[in-house]
């Protein structure tokens, strides 16, 4: 009896006899040898199909176009799927942009994905997850990071590698490659969000309680908000307190502080994205001989505006203007009464009348000169202006003389540091000396000189 395993052949014997493992070569030879004279459906039954065969396949709900553009010239790969992977639904993954790929990958732009047997386009929301394990969503694809992607796609085992390119037609000289990843998980109930901030104004102010109004339309979403923490641009915190019934959308808000009309209120909140439901599959294989390497899907929005020609709009509100800000009218400074007696008297509010334009009968006239008088105002002149002259000229040469003085008072006072270092050394240099002879002289027991 001959029951086939993996590279090897166990041979059942019969009665006590003990069993035998045989190499593949051997076994490839025991085969032939022992289905030499038997018909290949018969062989077929006991050793499935030998690679080399011929066999006939049929695939039922077949596009009729795969038959009539049939190129026998074009490999054509056939791979099996689980039950469980012809469905359709959402995925996780891991991304990343490949690093020789030029170019970032922007959110809702389309992607063609090799995952599994499959290759299909799709859009994908690239997102992160923050430290409160909210997904937050992403514009581009991070540099040299991983972040997150979710898509609408072929339910696929977790742990499948997938490689993404943004086409298929034609030869690229670039690097085609866009991103590599690998399946996360198959879970609906992840919630992608965005920032979304909403912008209010003030029109009436109570002390620290204020009405504000252009951050909502209806009554209902303010009663949806009650409760959230707000903000003022100038750092006032506060919160909604209720919607109020004229104008539509306005609502009473406390704050920290009392506000200004100027100030603008803002509201911090996220907005759930919902994934786009696209799975479109190449079929490269339906096209006529010669174009089946010219397959293309959903173009970019940017492949759009190239082939259409439309250039961006640049946002009115980001273009440079000149700012025109209204002149600001505060109100005048009021203090208590019980306040102004314990203040000191300079710093009293004054009764005074302010004082008007003096009159012309009490200015002073102009002074008109004679000839004579002009004549010696201009000699004065002329000699205050010789008179200032000389000062400055004289003061130039003192400040000259003393900067000359005080360099050879430095000099002078480093020749004398000198002369007493020399002094200090030679006065050493005898101490020591003496030293060293009554040091000898106590060593041969001489008597000392004094």
């Not at 469980?84 to 020789?100: D, I, P």
């Amino acid at each position: 009896l001959f029951k086939q395993g993996q590279g090897n052949i166990l041979l059942y014997p019969k009665g006590n006899q003990s069993c035998q493992w045989h190499s593949d070569q051997t076994l490839g030879h025991l085969n032939r040898a022992e289905f030499e004279d038997v018909d290949d459906e018969t062989r077929v039954q006991y050793e499935g199909f030998r690679p080399g065969m011929y066999v006939r396949l049929e695939i039922p709900f077949l596009p009729c176009e795969f038959v009539t553009n049939f190129d026998p010239h074009y490999p054509i790969i056939l791979g099996a799927l689980g039950a469980s992977e012809g469905n359709v639904g959402y995925l996780q993954m891991r991304l990343k942009k490949h690093r020789w790929h030029n170019r970032i990958l922007k959110t809702r732009d389309p992607l063609i994905l090799s995952l599994g047997w499959r290759r299909f386009q799709t859009i994908p929301l690239y997102h992160i997850e923050d430290h409160n394990g909210r997904h937050r969503l992403l514009k581009y694809t991070p540099q040299h990071m991983h972040c997150g992607a979710t898509i609408w796609g072929p339910i696929t085992p977790q742990g499948t590698g997938f490689l993404a390119v943004q086409s298929v037609a034609g030869t690229k000289t670039s690097f085609r490659i866009a991103a590599t990843g690998v399946v996360l998980d198959l879970d609906k109930s992840v919630t992608i969000v965005k920032k979304l901030k909403l912008i209010g104004y003030p029109y009436k102010i109570y002390k620290n309680t204020s009405f504000i109004k252009g951050m909502f339309n209806t009554v209902l979403e303010v009663a949806k908000f009650e409760g959230a923490s707000i903000r003022t641009v100038s750092g006032v915190r506060g919160q909604i307190k209720k919607a109020l019934s004229t104008p539509a959308g306005a609502y009473r808000a406390t704050f920290e502080d009392r506000l200004l009309m100027s100030d603008i209120v803002f509201l911090r909140s996220w907005y759930p994205v919902s994934v786009p439901q696209l799975y479109n599959p190449v079929t490269s294989l339906l096209m006529p001989a010669g174009q089946k390497d010219s397959w293309s899907g959903m173009r970019t929005v940017g492949q759009l505006k190239h082939d259409l020609g439309v250039r961006n709009k640049p946002n009115t509100d980001s273009l440079y203007k000149p700012v025109v800000r209204a002149q600001r009218h505060f109100n005048k400074l009021h203090i208590p009464r019980q306040l102004q007696k314990a203040l000191p008297f300079k710093s009293k509010p004054k009764q005074d009348q302010p004082k008007g334009k003096t009159p012309k009968d009490l200015q002073r006239p102009a002074v008109i000169r004679e000839p004579h008088e002009r004549k010696v105002a201009a000699l004065l002149n002329a000699l205050s202006t010789v008179h200032n002259y000389k000062s400055k000229k004289a003061h130039v040469a003192q400040h000259a003389k003393h900067k000359d003085f005080l360099r050879q008072r430095d000099k002078a006072e480093e020749d004398k540091l000198k002369r007493q270092k020399e002094a200090k050394k030679k006065l050493y240099r005898m101490m020591g000396q003496k030293e060293k002879r009554s040091q000898r002289s106590s060593l041969k027991g001489a008597p000392q000189d004094d």
